[in-house]
C-alpha cells in the first residue's frame, strides 16, 4: 500500500516538473478510457503489434524477405519436421522467408493503406465541407460526381485503373483514394449541412469571419470526430483491398513482397504447402480486426449515443 | 408519388450517362489507348493503322459519341482477344454472376435477420456475444484468403466440395458462402443495432402493454420497422457484393463476368473491360433505383420529401 502511494507521489512530481499538467490530464484520460474499453485496448495492441514489425522489419525479420534460396524451398514451419530454425513460418516455393515476407509486407501494406485512406480523407472532406457549406449548384455537382463515383464496383475500377496505368505504389494510392473519398464527402456534407445553421457559425458570420475562416476554424473541428470514426473503418477496407488488388495480380510489383501476392502465389502449393498461403491471410486479418476493434472503441467513445445503445 | 419515380429514374438516367464517360475516357488514363491495346513490340506503322481503323485520330467528343451511339444500339466493340462483339461475351456470362451473388445475398438475408433479432433480444447472453464476435472477425478476414481454407479444409483435406467451376448445387456452396461472410457480418450487426433501438420505442411498449405475445410484437412491430433501414443497406451493399465476385469468381474459376474481366485485363482486351465496367456499373445503378423505389413505399415519409 506505501510503496503504491510513493511511487504515486514519485510519479506526481516528475509531472509536476515536467509542467505539463494539461498533457498529464489528457493521457491519464486517455488511460481511463482504454481501461473503459477493452475492445479499444485490444485493437491498439493487434495495430501496435503490426506497425512495431513493420518498423523493426529489419531486425524482426530473421532472413532477407526477397532472397531465394532453392536448396531450402518448401520448408514447413519450425515446429513441423524438416522446419528450419531461420524460418519460424516456413519457406515458398523459391525457399524465401515466409515470416521475413509477411513483416516486410506489412511495410506495404500500411504504407499503402495510410497513404490511401488519409488521401481519401483529404479530398473527401473538402468537397463535403465545401458542398455543404456553399449548397446550390456546387452541392448539386459535388453530390453528383459522388454518386457516379458510387455507382461503380470500386473493387473492378480500381482493378481496370490500376492495370492500366501501370502497377506503382504510387498509382494504387491514388486508385485506392478514388475509392474511399465519396464517404467522406457524403457524411461530411451532412453534417455541414446542420452545422452552418448552428448559432456560432450565425454569430462568426454576423461579425463578418470570412467563409474560409468559418469553414477552417468553426466547422472543421466539428468534424474531427466523425471523420476519425470514419477513417477507421475505411482504413480497414483500402488494407483489404489492396490485398485483394494484390491477390489478383494489380499490387505493387515482385519482387517486393505484399500479403495479397503471397496468397496468390501459395494457392498453387496448397496440397503441398500450405503454410505459404495460410499467414498471410492471418496477418491480414489481425491488421483489419485490430483496426475494426479500435474504430468500434472510437465510435463508442466518441458517440455517447451509440455507447447507450450496445 | 409519381413524381418521387420520375425524379429517381431521371437522376438514375443520369449516372448511367456519367458511367458512360468514365468508362469511354478509362482507356485514356495511360495517355493513347492504341499503344495500350496494342502489343509492347508493335511498330508505329501497325500503331497508325490500329488508330485510324478504331476512329482513335478523330476528335475526343466525336470518339465519344460514337462510343455512346454505339453502346445504345448494344455493340460495346469488339473483343480484341476472341475477335467478337464485346456485349455478347459478357452477356452470356452475366446468369452465372447473377447466380452467385444473388445466392450470396439472400444466404446472407436469410441467416443475418434471425441472429441480428436473437442478439438483440438476447443483449449481452453468450449467444449475442458469440454472434458478435464472429460477425467481428467476418467482417475482417478477406475473402480471398477465406476461399483458399475452404478449399484446404473442404475440397483437399475432406474431399467434399469441388475446388472450382460451375454446374452442381455443391459448386456454389463454397463461392456463395464465403460472398455471403462479410454482407452476413455486417447486416447482423446492423439488424442488432436497429432492432435494440426499435425495441426501446414507445410503440414497442404499448404493444407489449396491450398483452400480445412476444412473438407478435418482435415480428409485426419491431422488426417491421427495423428493416427499413436494413434493405438500404443491402441495396447499397449489392456494389460491394459484385466487386467481391470478381475476386471470387477468380478464386474458384467460377465462368461469370468477375472471372473474364479478370482474364481480359491480363490479356490487354480492353473493350471487354469497358464492357464489363459499364454492365456491372449500370446493374448498380438499376438495383440502387429499385431500393430507392422499395424504400419508398415501406416509409411514406421519404415519398413526401421528394
Known sequence: MSTTTTSTTAADETLSLRSQAAGARRSAAGLRVLKRSPLMTAGLIMIGLVVLCAVLAPFVGTRNPIQQNLALANRPPVWQPRGVADAPLGTDQFGRDVWSRIVYGAQISLAIGMAASLLGALVGVTAGLVAGFYGGKVDILVMRIV??????????????????????????????????????????????????EREFV????????????????????????????????????????????????????????????????????????????????????????????????????????????? | MTAYVVQRLLLAVLVVFG?????????????????????????????????????????????????????????????????????????????ATLQLTVTAMLLAVALAIPLGVISATQRGSPIDLLTMTVALVGQAVPNFWLSIMGILLFSVTLGWLP???????????????????????????????????????????????????????????????????????????FGYILGGAVVIETVFTWPGVGLFTIQAISNRDYPVVQASVLILSSAVVLINLLVDLLYGVLDPRIRVQA
Open chain 1, 147 to 196: 454518386d457516379l463515383n458510387l455507382a461503380f464496383p470500386l473493387i473492378l475500377l480500381a482493378l481496370a485503373i490500376a492495370a492500366i496505368l501501370g502497377p506503382s505504389l504510387q498509382n494504387l494510392v491514388m486508385v485506392m483514394a478514388l475509392t474511399t473519398w465519396m464517404i467522406y464527402a457524403r457524411v461530411v456534407r451532412g453534417v455541414t449541412l446542420s452545422l452552418r
Open chain 2, 19 to 95: 458511367v458512360s464517360i468514365v468508362t469511354f475516357f478509362l482507356t485514356f488514363l495511360s495517355g493513347d489507348p492504341a499503344v495500350l491495346m496494342l502489343p509492347p513490340d508493335a511498330s508505329a506503322e501497325q500503331i497508325a493503322r490500329f488508330r485510324s481503323e478504331w476512329g482513335f485520330d478523330r476528335p475526343i467528343i466525336v470518339q465519344y459519341g460514337n462510343f455512346l451511339w454505339r453502346a445504345l444500339q448494344g455493340d460495346m466493340g469488339t473483343s480484341l482477344r476472341h475477335g467478337t462483339p464485346a456485349l455478347p461475351l459478357i452477356a452470356e456470362r452475366l446468369p
Open chain 2, 163 to 237: 475446388t472450382s467451376g460451375r454446374g452442381s448445387v455443391l459448386h456454389i456452396v463454397m463461392p456463395a458462402g464465403v460472398l455471403a461472410i462479410g454482407l452476413m457480418a455486417l447486416l447482423t450487426r446492423l439488424a442488432r443495432s436497429t432492432m435494440l433501438e426499435v425495441l426501446s420505442e414507445d410503440y414497442v411498449r404499448t404493444a407489449r402493454a396491450k398483452g400480445l405475445r412476444e412473438w407478435v410484437v418482435l415480428s409485426r412491430h419491431a422488426l417491421r420497422n427495423a428493416l427499413i433501414p436494413l434493405v438500404t443497406v443491402i441495396g447499397l451493399q
Open chain 1, 202 to 310: 450565425q454569430a462568426a458570420r454576423a461579425i463578418g469571419v470570412s467563409n474560409a475562416r468559418i469553414m477552417w476554424r468553426h466547422i472543421l473541428p466539428n468534424l474531427l470526430a466523425p471523420v476519425m470514426v470514419l477513417w477507421t473503418l475505411e482504413l480497414a477496407r483500402v488494407i483489404l483491398m489492396e490485398s485483394a488488388l494484390s491477390f489478383l495480380g494489380v499490387g505493387v510489383p515482385p519482387p517486393t513482397p505484399t500479403w495479397g501476392r503471397m496468397l496468390a502465389e501459395g494457392r498453387g502449393l496448397l496440397t503441398t504447402a500450405p503454410w505459404i498461403a495460410t499467414f498471410p491471410g492471418i496477418a491480414i486479418t489481425i491488421m483489419v480486426l485490430g483496426v475494426n476493434f479500435f474504430g468500434d472503441g472510437l465510435r463508442d467513445l466518441l458517440d455517447p449515443r451509440l455507447r447507450k445503445q450496445t
